[in-house]
């Protein structure tokens, strides 16, 4: 249970003559003034005298009715502070401080017979929020959205971290350029994604992270994004003005409105250290408290699984057999099974029994249901029925298996992006679940969207996300999505959707790697919405150990791999190389088995955006914290500072650092562990080698097991 | 269960060199020859030698790949006959022959690497069905239908009976005229209906009736449409030509095709007389046998309502409060009742104990959930749960009263079109349904489609509605559809699909008003394809009684109304009308009271559409007799000949006729019961009043009930 201190003041409420407002943040160095010209809206923000935002107009363009665009009065303003700390479920602190300074505008169209927007901003000493309010009004019931006209107006030709804009995929590498090389750059950076829609005008995603010259940090997404198309953001590079572009619905509306709600949070966080941009819990703020009454069944995981085999040169496939057109009333029994096939009970077991012995909640196992032979890319609706087995997957014999390890099986929904074949089902898939012993899925989206013209991003999508997690709540189930839209930080609300991955994850380093820095920017982009399951986990990083044909790699050292577990935040994280790959390295596989999955605390070390990242967690309820430190392709030296341990004590650190010699590309799996003695004085100068990274883990130890250990 | 005679011969199986063939119907009346031209392939229907359908080209055009219209070669022809009877659970007639002559044409595309296509014909003593079937075949798995291009070129410039195309509704007024007329009368025809899609292109809907200057009758139509979008007819009026107009999905794509499956059966039904037309059992015959394997929970309802009250001058609403803007989380308890509320406890008792009284299986109540207060023209998605009830409906009361009084409870599904939301919420809402006594559930698409671009008469849509049949099944619940796409006999296969309304019903006589030929041309098309829950039995037709303020009348005298549970078949009859305006004519609602809603036979005595129809049909395991006889604008003298009674029995028929100077506009409820001796040799010319009908019962009866009656 969350204690809450909520001090709430009151500092105005008045019909203001005025047509400007200006408030600050709690510390004062984030202002942000509101105001109208000639019936139209605008807002700035400033961080200590510097301009984030100039003078950016508001408001939203209708569909067959006036626009909320302009002809509006200020009509009335009310200002209020709000602080209150609020302990989440499961997270990255155990207390986190809402407080804010909160400005609410009331705009009226005298010429539409006063017609009412409002606007709520809420500024925090991390950056900004503002959301548009539609009441409850006399003769505005509905409207349709034809697009929200918000601006972001930049001060300048700042560096950006971005991928291209699509109403269907986030799974784009990242290109960093000034804003102003993106029209050069747009078409090599939209790579073939399955699936996509690039959006034909100048735009790219968010959360958008962009730098100042003068090194001012910017992060722009949104939060709490319900009954609602995401936002995207188009570009105008000639004055460096970014604004909403909302992703349409198959008919091309942008969102369906009924009076008496309000939009997604627009959020603008800004620092001058990369640090406390990954810091902010500012998305968090803006999202509502849980939705559900009891809570207590939802427990972050770490799982091993059926999964990364189906990757590999020569290894496993999702599909039993090798035919082709089969239908969900295909008799099986008649196909010849394929030896390559995956979920087998032999093979599930194996892994249960390395879950088991070595301390993993679960085992995730995707091809494990009919309709695999030819699920992708025929925009087909009835592709899986979530409920029927291959032959030879045996549920109910792995479910004695599984409960008589003590490990749970993920269950796997991919729908192929068939929705509404999903939704159909939902129910049933579900009570199979509860009545299999399973409690998590993990679910997928690869495909178009059915019904058809629907997009992954679109307001039927957004509400659909929703409608599975709270459906899994009623049914006690936690859901871990891949293909969805990219998080806002719902998980406040619905805490058993665990985590997402919406985002180039593991799956890439399969299929041509990722660039060593892709996870140096995923922290200030994807992850400020909310958790990833990024799947690392990868010590065989060079597949021609599989097939000497094979060219492909994993870009990362090994111990790159183990610092994801800490910058990769997530209460779900997966070991997904094979389990053999793991007893072959059983020293490295230790911080797998030790890093915490939930934690008290966070601190952000040293970060830059496309550079490094170094993170130290303390773990929920213990006294041990886990260190993890990445770096992109240049080999760099990790600063590491252990002030956040409680001064006085003396830990164990297990650090697990690159070879001297190491490098993703030459000498991957080059490592040293070592023990040291720490505490809140240590310093530790570490060198990382390129695409490599660095692991530590601290515990509390006795005297006997620190003898003989030297201090850092 | 049904015994089956099969006498399948097969007489050829060879690969033929011909490109032409020819069958004929088993009485040899009928000939079909299919041919094909420079690679195309045609065909052309003869009846009694004279032109049906003249050479029409056959083939679909596919998206992004070669097509199926030409480059054809024919490389199997198979000639075959078969003969069964079979018995419909529930139906007009207690056992049904379906004998045919049979020829099968394999297609294939020596260009496309042999890509094949397979026609099957079936020709039947009343016409003509052929399908598509697409093989399964190595090459082509999938495909998208970019349109269907089989022709109809008829042989003339034929009387037709038709109404506009359009993709979501078929609730239009029928027009009377000419092929080559149609232009100039489509805009006029084109009335408001709500959430109408008229088609852009010349076209009318099916079943479409026609009639040649030298008096054949031809129906064209579609039978078993599954997995695949409802045809309509485009109409090229130079030359009398339809042909096929697929109703599209939301991005334009007019069909998802997996092989190993086929199009539905496009039928072509003929005669020179009007009666046999409405005799045929063409379009049953070619829908698949019961798909369930226990049917014995599906039966013929008759049933009243609280139904015609909220369709009359200030009595009742659907809508719980006269508030708008209102969610499914509104709290009921803070909205003002309105004291028209038609689903109350009281209401519904009062017509529980109507209904036990007189023999009525079942009470449908409207209005009964959360939600009516702004259903309506929102494009909403949660408009209802389908699951809570309103305060003043208290369900578990009313379930015990109707338990207590062995009547059955009609749930209400009204969708609003949000058809996702209902698919989403089915499960639910069935169970809901088992959980307090509902057996069957009268479901409605009232508005535009959500999802968003999809059609009522697409595939999308078309799969959903026999989704529900199937799912309901599960439950045990019998379905009747209101705004679902026009059957095409799906309920042989999904019989507790008992009926539909797809069509102009009684619900217009309160909104303008029916002319009175309309129901003299509902069996000649859109009864040909199934049952209609057409909601007769309306005793007050004119609504001056109900407020002297208003000019609308239902536009048939009171025996009409009693002559259409006879002449528009269904499993399914109402008794429309409040309780008490039966009271006040108790004499004719007798026949409502007696009229059975299933049959062992059925004989259409007399009929031309537009002008009248008169039909006998004999009650399922009785010797009880029912005849219906209905008129245009125009009296007329209805010929009987009551020559399919058993010969040598004598039996009492009650005759309800309108009175001499009875009509639907000035005097509509004139009318005299009279009873008569009737034997296999009685013959009766009976006077009809415009706008009018006759209605007689016939039973067996004692010598001391015959004493005193004379004979016809």
Known sequence: MSKILCLSIMIGFWSAIAS??????????????????????????TYKDREVIKTSTMGLELKDQPSFLDGFQLSETEESTFDENWEPHWGQYKNIRNHYNELVITLSQESQMGRVLRIRFRLFNDGLGFRYEFPRQEGLSYFII?????????????????????????????????????????????????????????????????????????????????????????????????????????????????????????????????????????????????????????????????????????????????????????????????????????????HLDFAAEHGFDAVLVEGWNIGWEDWFGQWKEDVFDFVTPYPDFDVEALQEYAESKGVKLMMHHETSGSVSNYERRLDRAFEFMNDHGYNSVKSGYVGKIIPRGEHHDGQWMVNHYIHVARRAADYKIMINSHEAVRPTGLHRTFPNWLAQESARG????????????????????????????????????????????????????????????????????????????????????????????????????????????????????????????????????????????????????TVYADGKDASWDKNPQSYTVNKFLVNATSKLKQHIAPGGGLAISIKEASKEEKKGLRKL
Chains 1, 2 share one sequence.
């Open 20 to 45: 400007g407002q200006t408030i600050h943040s709690p510390d004062g160095k984030l202002s942000m003034s509101f105001g109208i010209d000639e019936g139209k809206p605008h807002y700035k923000l």
């Open 146 to 350: 034809k697009e929200e006209h918000t601006e972001f107006h930049l001060a300048g030709d700042h560096k950006a971290f971005w991928i291209p804009g699509d109403y269907d995929t986030n799974e784009y590498a990242f290109t960093t350029s000034p804003l102003s090389s993106i029209p050069d750059l747009m078409e090599e950076a939209t790579i073939d994604v399955h699936a996509q829609t690039p959006i034909q005008s100048l735009a790219v995603q968010t959360p958008l992270m962009l730098k100042s010259k003068d090194g001012l940090y910017i992060n722009i997404h949104e939060a709490a994004l319900i009954d609602y198309p995401a936002m995207q953001l188009n570009l105008d590079v000639q004055k460096f003005r970014l604004s909403a572009h909302l992703v349409p619905d198959a008919v091309g509306n942008k969102g369906y409105i009924q009076t008496g709600t309000h939009s997604p949070w627009r959020t603008i966080i800004v620092s001058d250290k990369a640090t406390e941009i990954l810091a902010s819990t500012l998305i968090l703020n803006l999202n509502e408290p849980t939705a559900y009454e009891d809570v207590s069944w939802i427990k972050p995981i770490k799982y091993i699984g059926v999964w990364w085999e189906l990757f590999l040169p020569g290894r496993s496939t999702w599909a039993y057999s090798d035919a082709t057109n089969v239908s969900l009333d295909q008799d099986y029994s008649e196909l010849e099974p394929s030896p390559r096939h995956g979920a087998t009970v032999e093979n599930v077991k194996k």
């Open 506 to 653: 593991t799956e890439f380093e399969a299929m041509g790697g990722l660039a060593p820095e892709h996870t140096t920017i995923l922290p200030f982009t994807r992850l400020m919405g909310g958790p990833m399951d990024y799947t690392p986990g990868i010590f065989q990083t060079d597949f021609s150990y599989y097939d000497e044909n094979s060219t492909n790699r994993v870009k990362t050292t090994l111990v790159k791999q183990l610092a994801y577990y800490v910058t990769i935040y997530s209460p779900l994280q997966m070991a997904a190389d094979l389990p053999e790959n793991y007893m072959r390295f059983p020293d490295a596989f230790q911080f797998i088995k030790d890093v915490a999955v939930d934690w008290d605390d966070t601190h952000h070390l040293e970060a830059e955006p496309g550079d490094f990242v170094t993170t130290a967690r303390k773990a929920k309820g213990k006294n041990e914290w886990f260190i993890g430190s990445v770096t992109d392709e240049n080999a760099r030296q990790a600063s590491i500072n252990f002030d956040f341990l409680p001064s006085g004590n003396t830990y164990i650190a």
